[in-house]
Structure formats: C-alpha cells, structure tokens
C-alpha cells in the first residue's frame, strides 16, 4: 500500500515539475547571431599556385547572400568580361567568361557584398587570390581618395596601377592592376608584383578602364609608385610598466608601403558650350539658357531687321550662363510672336571656334486674370498702374549694401531725385551718396557705403524720376532702414604659424559658402569681425596662380588642384563677443583625419 502511494506521489510531483517547467516562458531564441560567416573551404585554396581552371568555389560556414555584387566586386587584373559570380547554399561561386593570363596573380575583391542569410552580418574587406603561375605577388598598395574641392572621402571610385609610365597610359591602356575605395574612400591594392607604377583614381562612367570621357573625375599621384614592405615599431598597449621605467614597450609589425597615398579627385573643365533652352514669360523679356559661361558676347536681333540698333537692353546673371535681353520698343515687345537671330561662340571637334548661328520663334500669350475688385462709384477715375521698388531691406550689415530692385528696367532714371538722410537723434541730416547700377542684375541699385553702427537712415525718391520700359513711373518714395550695431556682432582673432606668401585664409559659413577671405600677413595674425552670431569653419587654399580663389587641376597641364588646409572645429561666434583661436599650425593638418571627422560621403549619380 505504501509503495503504491509513494507511486502515485512521484507521478504527481513529476507531473507537476514538468508543468511548472512549459510555463516559465515561451523561448526567446537564444542570443541574437553577431558573427559574419566564415570561410571553412575553397577550390582553390586562398593564395594558391598554378591555378587555370575557369571556377572558384569558396564555402562559409553558414548561408550566404550577396548585396551589390556589381558595384562593389572587382578582379585584378581587369578581364573584358566580368566573370559570373553566384551565391549558392553556403557556397560562393565565382566562373571566369575567358582565359586566364599566365603566370598572373589574381586577386577577387569582394569588399562588403558578402552577407550572412538569416541576420545581415557583413563579412568586411572579404578577398581571395591565386597565381596562375609558380608564385604569388604579395605587395600592397593603400591610401585614400577624397574629392578636391572639400577633402570629402570618395567612395565607389576605381584606383589603378599602370606599368606604363607615360602619361597617355591612362587614356589608351587598361591597368595592371586596380581596386575600389569603400565608403570612406579607402582603398587597397592587393597582389602587386614589385617595380614603378604610375597611380591613378577613376570614376569611369562608360566602364572601360581608361580615362577616355571629358566627363569623368579623375585624380593622380606626382609620385612614381615602388611597392615595397617594412618593419614597423607599434606600442604594445598591453604591457605599459609604468610602476618601474614608466615606459612604453614596442613590438614590430610588417607594413606594405605606400600605404598612405593621397589622390584628390576632380573634374577638368570639359564641357562645350551650347544653348539649353529659351522662355518669353513676360513680352518684353527674352531668356536664354546656356550650358555653361559665356566667355564671350553673345549678339541677339531681330531676324531680317538689321538696321534695328540699339533695340535690346542686357541682362545676366552671376555665372553668365544665362542671358536675358529686354525689347524697348513697343511696337516689337507687344507682337505674341517674334523672331529672334542669336549668335555666340561655340566651339568645333578640334576644339576651335567658329560662331553658331540660331533663329528662334518666341512667343508670349497674356493670361488673363480674374481679380476680384470692389465696386467703383459712377465717377471714380480707373486705378493708374505705377512703378514698384521691390526687394527693399530694413536692417543693412555694417559693411552692407543698401538696395532696392525694379520689377523691369528703367528707361529713364533722374538720379538726383534719390536723396539719402542719417538721423540724428530726431532729426534728418542729407548726406553725400553714389547711387550704383548692378553690372549683371541691370534692375538693382544699391548704396555702399561707410555705415554708423545702429544708425537710423531714410531714403526719399520724387515721383515720377523713374520710368520703366513698359512706361510706368513711381509714385513718392520714403524708405527708413537701420543699420546693425557693434554689438549685433561677433570677432574672432587666429594665429596662425608659419604662414606662406600664397596662403588665403577663408571664413566658411551656412553651406560652406565663403563669407570672407584675405591674406594672411607676414605676422600670422589676422582677425574678421562683423560676423553674425552662428557657427564658421576656417579653411587656407594654398593659392599657387594668385588668382584669389581655389582653382581644380589640370592633368593635361600636369597642374594639381590647388591644396586645401582645414581648421579642425567648427567655431561658435557669439554676438557682441570676441572670440580666440587656439594657434593655428597647419604644418600638423591631417586630411585623413578632417575627412573622416567632418565630411561624408557624396551620393553619386
């Protein structure tokens, strides 16, 4: 009887730890997998010799993907067909459409494009090589792209390796060897056989390994490339004794050098000149879009009027690639259609000018507008259309223009009946003034002058001393505007160290756009004051034509781009506040480093 109770105890008890155990919890998966795959296998082994057969097969250690094989795979040396490179199972299959060049040493850079299946994980800087010969090359190339104009890394772009010194080998020759830079513009070149190369950086839009298209960035290294190895010293960071000696202990590690080479990536000048598109949106306004500047004058009539002079009023723009001319005459600007003879210089396949001749029909329909309008007594004269100041300012900077624009241009402009007053206290005093014509924008004026700090100014214009070409005049002007105070500003004050005749320091604000540059004296300091309260990088262009402003290189003229030194930081300038550099030696400027700090990579077309 007991031992059938201790029976049916047990089988109670064992029941219930075995319920208690399914309900603690449903089962969470175990630790989330964080490892990439590994190679277990390959055909041939990694670094193998005499290798011919037209298959690679390498196994991992776990299910795997491929993300953007295309853009990031590259093989060294280059093939005329890309070989077919599949992910099977656990298997990555690599099949070569042509023969493989003997006694050569390939290299099968994968980058990042291999992933494990279930999680993602990436298998970083993944490469595999043979040799179809005795022996494998095993020298090394590194180094970093950035674009010129701002030390951004340039990613996605092909770096090359020529035997051929000459300079045409860019543009004729397919490279020895090559590789991709990453997203941080990094790039290595592996498998390298010793002797001279020339390097070079490509963003090869048709894909056929040459510099061949006037569109294409490009950059190049002064330096003729000797791959070699060295032994360098490292700290040991794990055994510092610095109970007794207080000293570092250092081990050697083999470096294959160059392994900081630095290549500035830009684009020639290459565009010839043509003529995108042109509109009528008013009737006596024509534009004209251009691709690019015009270097020169660009001569407009009407088709057949030839002893029409002086009919047309200019206009143009900042980069003058767009051109605007205005029709004075009435009789012409209200015809829906007119014909219009444009020339300008273009240039031919041997790059010499000749004058490219275009007639144009430009119309011009006036939609009409329904505007709602309050009813009009019996003898209430029709509303005059009058002449509008547009783009008026009522706060000028210190150093600023005061200004104002035209909704057309004038005809007729009685400069004298503009008169300028500064108040003091109460009362306005007329002072002298140069009122001036914008030389692009032909309908803005502006003053420039030495302004109070917190000064109270007024602007009068008489009636009628404005006439546009639609024959509007003004009405009676009175504009009031203050000028900023001392204090509404920031300063800052930099020495800089050991500074060169041709170095031109730049204030960068919003959008990196350069707010103030100068040159730097002999003495190293320099100041800029009337900043506005916000955030300013500082860069130096090393300005080798003195030509005031950063210019790109040219391969052909075997002229680099011009060099660009970085302030590490951006400064914050307070208003009202003078602000300190800590001393400026630029000698130290590290490009890798500000690349990395402050610049991403650009998205590319």
């Not at 830009?266 to 306004?285: I, P, T, V």
């Not at 534009?287 to 029409?308: P, S, W």
Request: aromatic share 12%.
């Amino acid at each position: 009887m007991k031992s059938r109770l201790r029976l049916i105890s047990f089988s109670i008890g064992l029941g219930l730890i075995v319920w208690a155990c399914a309900n603690i919890g449903m089962p969470t998966g175990g630790i989330k997998d964080e490892i990439p795959p590994k190679v277990i296998a390959s055909t041939p082994e990694n670094h193998a010799l005499n290798y011919n057969k037209k298959m690679v097969v390498i196994e991992f250690d776990e299910l795997i993907q491929l993300k953007d094989i295309r853009q990031k795979f590259v093989i060294s040396p280059p093939m005329n067909e890309q070989p077919t490179i599949e992910a099977r199972g656990n298997k990555l299959q690599v099949i070569f459409n042509e023969d493989l060049q003997p006694n050569s040493t390939y290299s099968l850079d994968f980058a990042d494009a291999v992933v494990d299946n279930n999680e993602g994980n990436v298998l970083e800087n993944f490469s595999f090589s043979f040799s179809t010969g005795e022996y494998i090359d095993s020298l090394k190339v590194s180094g970093n792209v950035y674009d010129a104009d701002d030390l951004s890394p340039a990613s996605g772009t092909l770096v090359f390796l020529h035997e051929n010194l000459a300079d045409s080998a860019i543009h004729k020759l397919v490279p020895i060897r090559m590789a991709k830079t990453n997203a941080q513009g990094r790039f290595t070149i592996l498998n390298v056989r010793p002797g001279k190369y020339r390097l070079y950086a490509l963003e090869d839009s048709n894909r056929d390994l040459k510099f061949d298209q006037p569109g294409e960035r490009m950059a190049w290294s002064d330096i003729i490339v000797e791959p070699s190895f060295e032994y360098r010293d490292f700290v040991d960071t794990l055994h510092i004794d610095s109970l007794e000696t207080d000293s570092l202990i250092y081990h050697k590690e083999l470096v294959y050098t160059p392994d900081s080479a630095s290549l500035f990536l830009f684009q020639h000048d290459y565009k010839r000149q043509y003529l995108m598109s042109e509109e009528r949106k008013e009737k006596a306004k024509m534009t004209f879009y251009f691709n690019r500047r015009q270097e020169d004058e660009v001569e407009i009539k009407l088709t057949g009027q030839d002893d029409l002079k002086d009919i047309f009023i200019k206009e143009g723009s900042l980069n003058n690639d767009t051109i605007s001319y205005w029709l004075k005459d009435s009789t012409y600007y209200n015809q829906d259609s007119l014909s219009i003879t444009l020339s300008y210089t273009m240039l031919d396949s041997m790059d010499m000018e000749y004058i490219q001749q275009d007639t144009i029909a430009m119309y011009f329909f006036e939609a009409k507008k329904e505007e709602k309008r309050r009813k009009k007594k019996d003898d209430e004269p029709e509303p005059i259309p009058m002449l509008k100041l547009v783009e008026v300012k009522t706060k000028v900077d210190i150093y600023g223009k005061f200004g104002f624009g035209l909704t057309a241009p004038a005809m007729t402009f009685d400069k004298k009946a503009v008169k300028l007053f500064y108040y003091e206290d109460t009362i306005p005093k007329p002072i002298d003034f140069e009122l001036i014509q914008d030389t692009l924008n032909i309908k803005r004026y502006s003053i420039s002058q030495k302004w109070i700090p917190g000064g109270k100014y007024e602007m009068t214009i008489d009636s009628a001393s404005i006439v546009d070409i639609y024959g509007l005049h003004n009405g009676p002007e009175k504009i009031t505007f203050n000028v900023k105070k001392d204090e509404d500003y920031g300063k800052i004050f930099i020495q800089i160290l050991n500074p060169q005749d041709n170095w031109l320091v730049q204030v960068l604000g919003k959008e990196e756009r350069i707010l103030q540059q100068s040159k730097i004296p002999t003495s190293g300091k320099i100041g800029f004051r009337y900043l506005s309260p916000g955030k300013y990088m500082f860069r130096i262009v090393v300005d080798e034509n003195g030509n005031n402003q950063w210019d790109d290189g040219n391969y052909y003229e075997n002229r680099q781009p011009e060099k660009l030194i970085y302030y590490m930081g951006k400064v914050d300038v307070r208003a009202n506040w003078d602000t300190d550099l800590e001393t400026w030696d630029p000698s130290v400027f590290s490009v890798d480093k500000f690349s990395q700090s402050f610049r991403k990579p650009k998205k590319r077309e």
